[in-house]
């Protein structure tokens, strides 16, 4: 099972919107609504921002979009803040019955 | 207040064995399915495992298939990882994880612990 890939990197400055990338196979992020994204700072715990693939848990904030097209799903952060700061990771159920990340992204706010 | 405390990491030569351990409490244990989720340093996230909240469904990835074990016990609240034939690419941080409920299926974690190391060398 390979990993979806997403950009190693994607920047922006404060206040702009930008947009990562996941891109996987119909045996996974093509095939079902099952995808998540979390943020993960250096050092912590992953933190849950999206699931089922546009969904928000109480508490994240409405700047974490969420949305899938064919293979790939995105997450788009507005708004860009220096606390966005951190790597992020998709996730999608598969085909097999199991759970697959992709290989992260890392933001950097300019 | 959700807590979830891994234990047990430790530095095994390839084709040991360990088991490593998450204690869990703030939340009614026996409601949840449980996962874990390995992080090699300085790389991504890798599901390794999930388990159903009776302990009667296990999930693997295909790269610990056959050597590695979830169990659980909701009387006292733990998850439990045992691995066996351990080899150098197994050597990472282990995260234990609480499904999310309000997922459509399981796979989304929504508390996540702080991890355990293992070194397998």
């Known amino acids: 099972q390979s990993a979806p890939s997403q950009p190693a990197s994607v920047s922006g400055s404060p206040g702009q919107s930008i947009t990562i990338s996941c891109t996987g196979t119909i045996s996974d992020v093509g095939g079902f609504n099952y995808v998540s994204w979390y943020q993960q700072r250096p050092g912590k715990a992953p933190k849950l921002l999206i699931y089922d693939v546009s969904s928000r848990p109480l508490g994240v904030s409405d700047r974490f979009s969420g949305s899938k097209s064919d293979n790939t799903a995105s997450l788009t952060i507005s708004g860009l803040q220096t606390d966005d700061e951190a790597d992020y990771y998709c996730?999608?159920?598969?085909?097999?019955?199991?759970?697959?990340f992709g290989v992260g992204t890392r933001v950097t706010v300019l | 207040e959700v807590r979830l405390v891994e234990s047990g990491g430790d530095l095994v030569h390839p084709g040991g064995s360990l088991r490593i351990s998450c204690e869990t409490s703030g939340f009614t244990f026996s409601n949840y399915a449980m996962m874990w989720v390995r992080q090699a340093p300085g790389k991504g996230l890798e599901w390794v495992s999930y388990?159903?909240?009776?302990?009667?469904?296990?999930y693997y990835s295909e790269s610990v298939k056959g050597r590695f074990t979830i169990a659980r016990d909701n009387a006292k609240m733990s998850l439990f990882l045992e691995m066996k034939s351990l080899r150098v690419g197994d050597t990472g941080v282990y995260f234990c994880a609480r499904d999310y409920e309000p997922a459509t299926v399981w796979g989304t974690a929504d508390y996540w612990g702080l991890g355990t190391l293992l070194t397998v060398s």
């Open positions: 996730s999608s159920y598969t085909l097999r019955k199991t759970q697959v």
């Open positions: 388990i159903n909240s009776a302990g009667d469904i296990t």
